[in-house]
């Protein structure tokens, strides 16, 4: 999953970027209003972490912007701005949840957890399906009873696989959505990372659909 971190202040930017990272998520950022407004409609995130006072553009005027043009993307908003009628200024705009600051990072990642798997209708915590229970702490799957340990990017694969599933996946989908803006993005890379997850898993658990993509889940 890829998320927006959108923060002025340079350290704490870093900070959140990189335990989010460590969390098994892709991470974008930016530290002004124009550049989050461009970044927010212009790619797919999962989710948005997003200041209020930000320069060159305040954060609830550019959340206002992203939901006038349809974009739907979960956003919590992080602020030192804390009164009842600031947050619900938030909520009216088209924030999905509101933290203040200071916060603890841990409740931040579980927050961004749980509005994700809202959106795709898993309010539970942990994302299963049949066979497989997905540890996000771990970043582990559980398979018939078997833990099979996950690299980073098996991981953020597996995850959104099975928020999608029976739904088809093109390649150019998944890797939007499993790396970040600066990574380098081969398309074709992700056919590895399919093999040595059916190697791992399954090999039916996931399947080609050819000219496209791939379904997770779905039965032969």
């Not at 739907?72 to 009628?85: F, G, K």
């Not at 066979?131 to 559980?142: C, I, N, P, Y």
């Not at 998944?174 to 399954?202: A, C, G, M, Q, W």
Request: proline residues 3%.
């Amino acid at each position: 999953m890829r998320l927006l971190v959108v923060e002025d202040d340079a350290a704490l930017c870093a900070s959140l970027e990189q335990a989010l990272e460590r969390a098994g998520y892709a991470v974008d950022t930016a530290d002004n209003g124009e550049d989050a407004e461009h970044l927010g409609n212009s790619e797919s995130y999962d989710a948005v972490v997003l200041d209020l006072g930000l320069p060159r553009r305040p954060g609830l005027e550019v959340l206002k912007h992203w939901r006038t043009r349809g974009r739907t993307m979960p956003v919590i908003i992080l602020t030192a701005r804390d009164t009842w009628q600031e947050k619900v200024d938030g909520f009216k705009a088209g924030a999905d949840d509101y933290l203040a600051k200071p916060f603890h990072v841990e409740e931040l990642i579980a927050r961004v957890g749980a509005i994700i798997r809202r959106r795709h209708g898993e309010p539970k915590g942990g994302i299963r399906t049949a066979d497989l229970a997905l540890d996000e702490e771990r970043q582990t799957v559980t398979y018939n009873g078997k833990t099979v340990e996950l690299t980073g990017t098996e991981f953020r694969l597996l995850r959104y696989f099975m928020l999608h599933p029976g739904k088809i996946l093109s390649k150019t989908e998944l890797t939007e959505h499993v790396y970040d803006f600066d990574s380098e993005r081969d398309s074709n890379v992700i056919e590895v990372y399919i093999r040595r997850l059916r190697e791992k898993l399954d090999p039916g658990v996931i399947q080609t659909r050819r000219g496209q993509g791939y379904v997770f889940g779905a039965k032969s």
